[in-house]
């Protein structure tokens, strides 16, 4: 079982709000159908928001805590989230990888405390039936709060737990976790071992960027990777791949 995101960052240009980088996003949609064509086993796929999404959930004030009532602002992020996620089902589709939809605004909520509930028995059936599941980060309904940003990273987390992942990949547009020199730092065990180089995107973003994507995938018993699109097809493939998270 291998959870892969393909991050934002990568498949879309993310500082032009909803433009897709084309070439990536079918370099990425490549490297899944090489692999699933050799018998990749069970894979979900969740892909982040880039430039579709952060843009508009920023302009609305929406992040992962601060919610919304207002069903404009929340089908805009929403609506963009959406939008992309066509972009990538038909880019492996094309490829003849058994892609279908899962949007978690319509199956995943936060309680009071912003805990993340996301039913997985219809993705348990879907992967049964030898489908490839698509999840998106989204917005979804939050308890007190209206409707809140879920990222793409923290579904990963919780899909790995609930699936019991032997493999976890984050494939975002850096080769791993860079150190001050922009060197791949190899391993990092604790949020310590990389507290001083880890930092927020780049680009507008509202779920924290690296430094939440670290600390997501420390909580996993599974050993996650952080690498960029040159090592996507290796990852696959079961190579040690960018920076590991133990
Ligand atoms: N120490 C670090 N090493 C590597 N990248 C870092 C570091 N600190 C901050 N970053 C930033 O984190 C970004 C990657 O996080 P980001 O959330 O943008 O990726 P993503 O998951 O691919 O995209 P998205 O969130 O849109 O899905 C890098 O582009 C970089 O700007
Ligand atoms: C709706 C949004 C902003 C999606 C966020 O998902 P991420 O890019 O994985 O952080």
Request: with cysteine; charged share 25%; proline share 3%.
């Amino acid at each position: 079982m291998i959870v892969l995101k393909l991050g934002g960052s990568v498949i879309t240009e993310k500082d032009r709000p909803e433009t897709l980088d084309g070439d990536a996003l079918e370099r990425a949609a490549d490297a899944v159908a090489a692999a699933s064509e050799d018998g990749l086993g069970d894979l979900v796929i969740v892909h982040g928001g880039g430039s579709f999404g952060h843009h508009n959930a920023s302009e609305h004030g929406i992040t992962t805590t601060e919610g919304t009532h207002d069903v404009g602002a929340l089908m805009d992020v929403h609506g963009a989230m959406v939008t992309l996620n066509r972009f990538v089902l038909r880019r492996l589709f094309d490829r003849d990888v058994d892609a279908v939809p899962v949007h978690p605004f319509s199956m995943a909520s936060r309680d009071e405390d912003g805990n993340l509930e996301l039913p997985i028995d219809g993705i348990r059936t879907i992967l049964e039936e030898g489908f490839v599941p698509v999840l998106h980060g989204d917005m979804i309904p939050h308890a007190g709060a209206g409707a809140t940003v879920v990222s793409g990273d923290e579904l990963v987390a919780e899909l790995a737990r609930e699936l019991e992942a032997d493999r976890i990949g984050l494939c975002s547009t850096v080769p791993g976790v860079l150190d001050e020199d922009d060197a791949v730092i190899d391993e990092i065990a604790t949020f310590d071992d990389a507290a001083d180089v880890l930092g927020e995107s780049e680009a507008t973003d509202v779920t924290g960027g690296m430094a939440a994507k670290v600390q997501a995938l420390l909580e996993l018993e599974a050993d996650a990777a952080i690498f960029g699109l040159d090592d996507l097809a290796a990852f696959l493939e079961g190579a040690e791949s960018g920076t590991t998270i133990r």
